[in-house]
């Protein structure tokens, strides 16, 4: 997490939506200085914040979920890093859930060299999640990865400053090299609508056209709700004590 009290802005980092360049950028250019770690949510700071601090400027990212998956199998695949091979790396992650979960994928295709589409349907049969569900939409701005570089102005804008460059590209995953919708196979495809549907449509996502996929049914959004419920249930008070 960044925070700048000249320009009064918190910038929180969700995974794999162009934190590191946005981190980076906001400490070399605007101000910005770490405070917390680096994927600590807007609940953690709230909960040590003074009141002036409650009322600055909050962004942060968010991702296509079906994009998010095939860069965290690129991620995992090459190893990013030495993230997921260096045990030192491993032991500083304050993710314990997502660092069982990242070993285990690791570890499955190290074993198997699976294709993006057999990783798929290997390990993503829950409801897809982010922390975003825990405050993302009461912040003053989201920017999409999709639109990094123009959202990361009109943010800066927002807050009262003039972009200095435009933003510069980071922490990409090694190995892709076709558009996200390329690495799903048919199968694969069937799956995303009870694996991604309903998040994707929360945070106002569109399936490709090309895939002629129906929106998530009412047992789908049952689902995640139910699933979400958990997981903030895990965010706000599992997380932080571990």
Do not use: C
Not at 36 to 47: D, G, M, P, S, V
Not at 224 to 239: K, M, P, T
């Amino acid at each position: 997490m960044i925070i700048s009290h000249k320009h009064r802005y918190v910038f929180v980092e969700l995974r794999r939506t162009g934190s590191t360049a946005i981190r980076g950028e906001l400490r070399e250019l605007y101000d910005g200085a770490p405070i917390l770690h680096k994927h600590a949510t807007y609940t953690e700071f709230r909960r040590q914040a003074s009141q002036d601090e409650q009322t600055y400027f909050v962004f942060s990212g968010i991702r296509n979920p079906l994009d998010d998956a095939v860069s965290r199998y690129f991620k995992l695949k090459t190893d990013h890093k030495q993230r997921f091979s260096d045990p030192s790396l491993r032991q500083r992650r304050r993710r314990p859930l997502n660092n069982v979960l990242d070993r285990r994928m690791f570890n499955y295709l190290r074993r198997t060299d699976a294709t993006f589409s057999n990783f798929f349907l290997h390990f993503y049969h829950l409801p897809y999640h982010t922390w975003a569900s825990l405050s993302h939409d009461t912040f003053d701005h989201l920017i999409r990865f999709e639109r990094i570089g123009e959202d990361f102005d009109a943010a800066l804008r927002k807050i009262g400053i003039a972009p200095a460059r435009p933003l510069p590209a980071m922490n990409r995953a090694g190995q892709r090299s076709r558009d996200f919708e390329d690495y799903y196979s048919p199968k694969a495809i069937q799956r995303v609508p009870r694996a991604m549907g309903s998040y994707r449509a929360r945070w106002g996502y569109e399936f490709p056209t090309a895939w002629e996929l129906e929106p998530p049914t009412s047992l789908d959004w049952m689902g995640y709700r139910a699933f979400s419920a958990v997981a903030q249930l895990y965010w706000r008070v599992l997380r932080p004590r571990t």
